[in-house]
């Protein structure tokens, strides 16, 4: 088991473009696990031929107010947070959905995609799993936020 660790984590860290779309999808779940192990961001998280690389960045929670919006909240930690605060899943729940996000990034297709003053937003969907993709004045894009249809 180590071993096959060990193998995720050497995928993770090496800038190649992954040339298959399971490789893609193991190089996003060995950078997910890195980033909910360590806390900290994860550039070169995976690649897409159409948007280009996806950093995974920890974030913050933020501050929750009374109404239950959240200023100031971003990146997974926000995501994690919310997911437990909003619709009562477990920390592992969280992570696991997290995980689901991977191979919606991989496989998903665009829905839409618009663009801000200073930012662009792209839109993937994949098997009732909606994953946001933000871009800012870097050349990478960020995962943002997600949606699950029911």
């Not at 996806?54 to 909240?73: A, E």
């Not at 995980?99 to 297709?109: D, E, P």
């Not at 829905?111 to 801000?116: I, K, Q």
Request: aromatic share 10%; glycine share 8%; proline share 1%.
């Amino acid at each position: 088991m180590n071993m096959i660790i060990a193998c995720f984590d050497a995928i993770a860290s090496s800038n190649q473009m992954p040339k298959k779309l399971e490789d893609n999808i193991a190089r996003g779940r060995a950078a997910m696990r890195t980033v909910l192990k360590t806390r900290q961001d994860f550039q070169h998280a995976m690649y897409r031929h159409d948007l280009g690389w996806i950093d995974f960045v920890w974030g913050d929670v933020g501050i929750v107010r009374p109404n239950g919006k959240t200023k100031g909240g971003k990146g997974i930690a926000h995501i994690i947070e919310a997911r437990m605060r909003k619709d009562a899943y477990s920390k592992m729940g969280a992570h696991a959905l997290l995980y689901r996000l991977v191979t919606t990034i991989a496989r998903g297709k665009v829905l839409r995609s618009f663009e801000h003053k200073l930012s662009k937003q792209t839109v993937l969907e994949y098997q009732g799993y909606e994953v946001t993709l933000v871009k800012t004045t870097d050349n990478e894009w960020l995962l943002s936020g997600w949606k699950v249809f029911d």
